[in-house]
Nanobody, 124 residues
Framework: EVQLVESGGGLVQAGGSLRLSCAASGFTFDDYTIGWFRQAPGKEREGVSCISSSDGTTYYENSVKDRFTISSDNAKNTVYLQMNRLKPEDTAVYYC?????????????????WGKGTLVTVSS
C-alpha cells in the first residue's frame, strides 16, 4: 500500500522559509515521480513542484521558481520542498503526491497517490 506522509507545515511570516518533508513507503521509490500540490481556500489544486526519483529531473510551477527547491533522499524514501521568500499567496494545504514513471509533457499528470496534506500559512 502506497503511503505518503507530509510534515513541516506551519505558520510563517512573509519572507520566511519552511521545509516540507514527504516520507514515502509501499512502493519502489526510484520508479516514481514524486511531487507537491497545493490547494488554497476557494481555489483548485495546482501542481507546485515534482521530481523524478530515477534521474532527479525537477519541475516547478512558474510562481515558485527561484523560491522553492525540491529534492529527494532516495536512501530515506523522502522528498523535501524547501520554500524560501514565502508570500501570503503561498498559503494553502500542501499535498505530497506520487505516480509511476515520468510524463515529460505533463509531469504532474502521473500523480495518483496522495498524502493527507499539511497546512502552510504565510502571514503578511
Amino acid at each position: 500500500e502506497v503511503q505518503l506522509v507530509e510534515s513541516g507545515g506551519g505558520l510563517v511570516q512573509a519572507g520566511g522559509s519552511l521545509r516540507l518533508s514527504c516520507a514515502a513507503s509501499g512502493f519502489t521509490f526510484d520508479d516514481y515521480t514524486i511531487g507537491w500540490f497545493r490547494q488554497a481556500p476557494g481555489k483548485e489544486r495546482e501542481g507546485v513542484s515534482c521530481i523524478s526519483s530515477s534521474d532527479g529531473t525537477t519541475y516547478y510551477e512558474n510562481s515558485v521558481k527561484d523560491r522553492f527547491t525540491i529534492s529527494s533522499d532516495n536512501a530515506k524514501n523522502t522528498v523535501y520542498l524547501q520554500m524560501n521568500r514565502l508570500k501570503p499567496e503561498d498559503t494553502a494545504v500542501y499535498y505530497c503526491a506520487a505516480g509511476y514513471g515520468l510524463d515529460l509533457v505533463d509531469p504532474f499528470g502521473v500523480m495518483d497517490n496522495w498524502g493527507k496534506g499539511t497546512l502552510v500559512t504565510v502571514s503578511s
